[in-house]
């Protein structure tokens, strides 16, 4: 399984990276862990004629923290990430969640920004970014962007990033903002790809009702994807068990998700219907109790 | 073909020097141009872990690398665990846990191990299974590969001097 | 027969090599001028091949040549078959498909250029003018009249057929007190060794010899299929394996690849290496797919088996050389239970798949699957505890040996040699404390979790013949040579083979170096595969040395002038017993029987060499057994399953290594637990293999495999000198079994019903939601 031929460029700086993918455009592809990219290209499903390696971009590996959040250069290391305090401080959902993005070898190359950028609507990354209602930094010759989450998954392995634009930062909003924060993933082997994860976000108001929820989940569409009728059924009430079970019925109901050796779409929605049950279950009483939900399932 | 690159790249201690085809991996690269055959091919796409090396001290699949992006590192494959003749603590425990059968995909269950309890000096063996599942086997079913991690590690905690060995 | 003593060894011969990255598998072989071999492969699952344009690929910079079926069938026909039976049809595979493509995957042409880089380059500028014709791809489909042939010169598509039937099974159904019928579907999966298959091949043009490197299970079944191919006497077609990385069955099969890389290598003249990678070995490498049994089974009011009939479809795939897979599964269901009236058929389907052979198991864990699931339908019928049932119907060991009435594999009669089935029984529950259990489930359920606990029990034929041969040489240097057969992917034969040397030669282990996978070494043999090897090889390695050692004893004896009962050997010395310092080494024996100290004429009483080659013939397969206890967790909204518990009980005869043969035990049980849970081969509606990759075809990893509690019995078999039965596939046989029990005991409040492997997440959910909406 070797790839087709490329040509290889490796520039140190950020506007020759952009010098590049100006030129190149659709011909090229951006290479920054590769852990998705070069199987696609051993597989010869990937033919790039170019192949732009920005590693050796070091400024664009960085952990910022913001007050509501963190910045990450897109060149950040999974494993970097995994193992920052900012993370785990800030947000604690990613930090769980890293634990289930591939293995540690996987995590030693992979990137923040490398994984948005895929666009694997079971991916976890890519769950969270929608979920916490993130945006991302685009550059290109000549400009600069910030595209939101919400616009930045358009379809299935495709985003909004034009073919001579370079995604530079993600910036996360933190999950410790929140009152409640679940992940769960239900994936055949750890490790693998999610069949369907889940991220359940609420807010309390003064008064103990739900200020605010969120649910997203991955895996059952396209891009992840958030749920704004489920969402909208918790919103002003006491989350009780039968606004829950509502919830995550609406959620079942509002998917459409995809068919593939490892799950029917009949089973991924009743796996989301389960997880988002479960994730809320687990997001509620982080919220009234204060005790952390546990990552995942298996 | 597109054009040669040179490389130069430090592999178990030592300098070597190549003039390499952008596509082809550095996994090949070890074996086929530096003659370091013990970095094993088992899937060409991440998944079954046989070709783990530490490139700049992390354990990568060096499947998923081309030979061009290991331009400056310092790369450490199977070859280079055992000093002088003397075996490293994790090989002679898989030699005394039966830990390996067919031994293929043992380099790369060292290289993956090395990273491992350097970074982690006490694990549980849930741990050390999820530690692990990033690398196929075929014939050992894991058990003695986890039994020889746990006694690596409780024998390096005798030598730290008592640390307690963490089973939750 | 005795069962004589065999060495310890402290750690395996093999390991020092295979830690370090210093062991040589096929592909760190290099070959001076060597090339690099690509195949091309069908895109279809059946269809004409009208012609292929290779022209562009072979102007490609770096490409030496392209050949195709046509070339090929003009020099050579069909493979020949593995294991031939009159009732097997011959339709073999070719070397390179030349009139039609059976299977996606199948070998259409072959590349050779500088390297693999070019070599898949020039893959995609060949093309094919293909006529795509309707596949069949299932086996009941595949029996229909108007089906597709797979072969055209066939009148229909049955590979092969069989039957056996011992004393009356019509009598035992009518008089039986309940009949109980079952359909059942069970998937086997593929081998997936973590190296896939490789061969290197160089053809020395002056000396004619022709050299092949290979991936092999059999050296010698390569060498044979080569001389017969290529037409070459077997002095001149020489196969060695190198380490080997994982076999499991797939590795045994002579594949096209095996002969046209050969062939490419002396039309070429250079040294040809083709290495396998994983999509193509997601494709082509041979697999054990499917059977569906039509069972039933015949019982008095207490449960105890009158009569049991089974008629099966195997899933052959597109070609067949053999139908040993099928004829095992029929012979294994009745296990170790007493089933005085019994009736199987079979009839192996071909289909627009893969090719089928043997994986891990061979047949066998399906038969477990057939028997433990009606044994289990009894229980539930007859509102009986399963264990109970299984009581009732162990052969008891005062029984052994037990004839089943029927023909095993090896084509001999199928009697258990020795056993005590329900001790083994006993042991495992203990184990996995089966009294205890229904406690643990009534807490479990209170706090909503759903367990159950699943047994299993077996017997599994193996340590078969026809032969495997030992070559036992104390060098001039002293150095003592073993050379067999036996073609070792990770069995640690070395280690096995010099424990059994060394325990004749009064050495120790690590004094012995042993030999395998060479037809030079030995000239005749079989191979590794089966759970053969310790049995049939390990006998012939014992008998070898011990005709070694009485020849040493008798040089020894003139040397020392004595007689040959009164030395002893050991520490490698021969020494007088009663006045020790009169003594001589093996390297001094070996030494002077060159013959030149005596002047060129050997003294009487002399031989001229100290070596001895046996054949080991088996009279019969030997039976080990076992049973297994699963104690699993279900989710039933979700049908993720958690193995908690896990024993197993085996009984292998002799234990000649017991951290081997642990080593074994616990290795199969993780192929079980991938055939109960996670492997399965997909293919859609047009023929075409879903699963190309890892991320498609799971392989439990450390995460899924469970602790294993290994236990043994020890029940010695009289039919080999060492007293051993196989031990190398006993963990796959009865895991599938346990584990689908536990989970249908776990479900029981639901009602679920498991008729079928491999059991994914989603059926399991399916088959608590079938039952939810019977009930609503």
């Known amino acids: 399984m070797k790839p087709a031929p490329f040509e290889y460029l490796a520039p140190t700086t950020l506007d020759e990276a952009l010098a590049a993918l100006a030129t190149y455009g659709e011909e090229a592809k951006v290479l920054a862990g590769g852990q998705s990219l070069v ?87 890519p769950l969270l970014l929608v979920a916490l209602d993130g945006y991302v930094r685009a550059r290109r010759v000549g400009g600069e962007r910030t595209i939101a989450a919400q616009e930045f998954f358009v379809d299935y392995l495709t985003t909004a990033l034009a073919p001579t634009e370079l995604l530079t930062e993600v910036c996360l909003p933190a999950s410790s903002l929140w009152d409640g924060a679940s992940f769960l993933e239900l994936a055949r082997r750890h490790g693998d790809y999610a069949l369907v994860a889940s991220v359940v976000l609420l807010r309390l108001a003064a008064d103990g009702t739900c200020a605010e929820a969120r649910i997203a989940l991955a895996g059952v569409g396209p891009t992840p994807l958030r749920i704004p009728a489920a969402e909208a059924v918790l919103v002003g009430t006491g989350l009780d068990a039968a606004r829950q079970e509502a919830a995550a019925q609406l959620a079942a109901e509002a998917i459409d998700p995809p068919s593939d050796i490892h799950g029917s779409a009949d089973y991924r929605r009743r796996l989301a219907r389960t997880l988002v049950q479960r994730g809320l279950a687990a997001a509620v009483r982080m919220a009234t109790t204060g005790k952390t939900a546990t990552g995942g399932e298996r | 073909m597109s054009a040669l690159h040179d490389i130069a790249l430090v592999v178990n201690g030592q300098s070597y020097q190549g003039r390499v085809e952008p596509r082809v991996s550095l996994a090949d690269f ?139 | 027969m005795a069962s004589a003593s065999v060495a310890v060894a402290p750690a395996r011969q093999e390991d020092e090599a295979l830690l370090t990255g210093r062991a040589t598998f096929i592909a760190d072989i290099a070959l001076p001028g060597m090339v690099h071999a690509a195949v091309l492969r069908s895109p279809y699952a059946h269809a004409r091949i009208r012609g292929i344009d290779a022209s562009r690929a072979r102007a490609l910079p770096g490409v030496l040549a392209v050949f195709d079926g046509q070339q090929v069938h003009a020099e050579m026909g069909r493979l020949p078959q593995s294991v031939p039976h009159p009732a097997l049809k011959p339709y073999t595979e070719y070397p390179l498909a030349w009139d039609k ?111 092949v490197w290979c991936t092999s299970q059999g050296v010698h079944r390569v060498q044979r299929a080569l001389c017969e191919m290529l037409r070459l006497p077997p002095h001149q077609v020489r196969v060695i394996t190198p380490q080997v990385g994982g076999g499991f069955g797939p590795k045994g099969a002579v594949d096209p690849e095996t002969v046209v890389v050969p062939w490419a290598a002396i039309k070429l003249r250079l040294p040809v290496k083709w290495i396998e990678d994983r999509r193509e070995h997601c494709l082509a490498a041979k697999q054990e797919r499917d059977q569906v049994h039509h069972v039933a089974i015949a019982v008095d009011k207490n449960g105890v088996i009158l009569g049991m009939k089974d008629s099966f479809l195997h899933d052959a795939g597109a070609y067949a050389g ?8 029929a012979t294994t269901i009745p296990g170790p239970y007493r089933i005085p009236n019994f009736a199987v058929d079979f009839r192996m389907v071909f289909t627009n798949k893969v ?28 509102r009986l505890d399963p264990v109970e049932v299984r009581r009732r119907n162990l052969i008891r060991p005062e029984e052994q040996p037990y004839n089943t009435g029927l023909i095993f594999r090896d084509n001999r009669p199928m009697i258990y040699d020795s056993g005590d089935y329900p001790a083994c029984l006993e042991k495992a529950l203990a184990l996995i404390d089966y009294a205890g259990f229904p406690q643990y489930q009534a807490r479990a359920r209170a706090e909503g979790r759903y367990v159950g606990l699943g047994v299993a029990c077996y017997v599994e034929g193996n340590g078969l013949g026809p032969y495997e041969g030992a070559t036992v040489r104390v060098e001039g240097s002293g150095q003592i040579v073993v050379l067999t057969g036996a073609t070792p992917q990770g069995q640690g034969h070395h280690t096995t083979m010099a424990q059994i040397c060394a325990a004749q ?36 390695v014992h008998e070898a040395a011990g005709q070694v050692r009485a020849k040493l004893l008798r040089v020894a004896a003139a040397l020392l002038e004595c007689s040959a009962d009164q030395l002893r050997l050991q520490d490698g010395k021969v020494f007088v017993a009663e006045a020790p310092t009169r003594s001589i080494t093996l390297g001094a024996i070996a030494q002077a029987i060159t013959g030149v100290g005596f002047g060129y004429a050997l003294p009487a009483g002399l031989e001229p060499t100290l070596e001895a080659t046996v054949y080991f013939r088996p009279e019969r397969a030997t039976y080990a057994y076992g049973a297994h206890a699963a104690i699993v967790e279900v989710d039933p909204a979700t049908g993720f399953c958690r193995i908690e518990k896990y024993v197993a009980v085996d009984d292998c005869g002799r234990i000649l290594n017991p951290t081997i043969v642990r080593g074994q035990v616990i290795g199969g049980v993780a192929h079980g637990v991938g055939n109960a849970l996670y492997e399965e081969v997909v293919y859609d509606e047009a023929g075409q293999p879903l699963n190309t990759s890892f991320m498609d075809y799971l392989l439990p990893t450390a995460t899924e495999v469970p602790e294993v509690i290994v236990a043994h019995t020890e029940t010695p078999s009289p039919l080999n000198p060492l007293g051993i039965k196989g031990a190398g596939e006993s963990g796959t046989l009865p895991a599938p079994a346990a584990i689908a029990a536990a989970i249908e005991h776990a479900l029981a409040p639901f009602g679920v019903r498991i008729t079928s492997l491999p059991l994914s997440p989603e059926r399991i959910a399916n088959l608590v939601q079938e039952q939810q909406a019977r009930a609503s």
Request: negative net charge.
């Open chain 1, 39 to 125: 199987p696609l290209m051993n597989f010869r499903l990937a033919r790039p004629r170019v192949l732009i390696d920005i590693n050796r971009l070091a400024e664009l590996a960085y952990i910022h923290q913001e007050q509501d959040g963190l910045r990450f250069g897109a060149l950040t290391r999974q494993a970097e990430a995994e193992a920052s305090p900012l993370v785990r401080a800030a947000s604690p959902l990613l930090a769980q969640a890293l634990r289930f993005v591939g293995h540690a070898a996987i995590r030693s190359r992979g990137t923040i920004g490398g994984s948005i950028a895929h666009a694997d609507p079971a991916a976890e990354l």
């Open chain 3, 355 to 382: 090719p089928t052979v043997v994986v891990r198991g061979a047949g066998r864990p399906q038969a477990v699957f057939v028997m433990e699931r009606m044994i289990e339908r009894i229980a539930r019928e007859l």
């Open chain 3, 101 to 211: 493509v059976r299977y996606v995957g199948e070998p259409v042409a072959l590349v050779v250029a500088e390297s693999r880089h070019l070599a898949e380059d020039a893959l995609e500028l060949i093309t094919v003018d293909y006529e795509p014709l309707p596949p069949v791809l299932d086996v009941e489909q595949a029996l229909a009249p108007d089906a597709p042939r797979v072969h055209d010169e066939a009148e229909d598509n049955v590979a092969g057929a069989m039957r056996q039937s011992v004393g009356d099974v019509e009598r035992a159904f009518r008089e039986a007190a309940y009949v109980f019928e079952e359909r059942l579907h069970v998937h086997r999966g593929a081998g997936h060794a973590i190296e896939t298959r490789g061969l290197l091949a160089s053809f020395e043009p002056r000396t004619r010899l022709l050299t």
């Open chain 2, 30 to 168: 070890l074996r086929d141009t530096l003659g370091l055959t013990g970095t094993h091919v088992g899937c060409e796409h991440g998944v079954c872990g046989a070709c783990t090396v530490l490139l700049d001290g992390r354990p990568v699949r060096s499947c998923l690398l081309f030979a061009v992006q290991a331009q400056g590192a310092e790369v450490l494959t199977v070859e280079g665990l055992a000093q002088n003749g003397t075996l490293h603590p994790l090989q002679e425990a898989f030699r005394r846990h039966h830990a390996l059968q067919c031994g293929f995909c043992t380099p790369g269950l060292l290289m993956t191990l090395v990273a491992f309890i350097r970074d982690h000096p006490v694990a549980s063996d849930a741990e050390i299974r999820e530690a692990l599942a990033g690398n196929l086997c075929r014939c050992t079913g894991y058990q003695n590969i986890v039994e020889a991690v746990r006694a690596v590690l409780a024998a390096a905690a005798d030598q730290a001097g008592g640390m307690p060995h963490g089973q939750r």
């Open chain 3, 322 to 329: 053999s139908m040993v897979t099928p004829w095992i599964a």
């Open chain 3, 505 to 540: 030669l009064g050495v120790s282990p690590d004094q012995v170096t042993v030999v395998t996978g060479d037809t030079s070494g030995i000239p005749k043999g079989v191979g590794t595969f089966g759970s053969r090897s310790s049995v049939v090889a390990g006998s012939a």
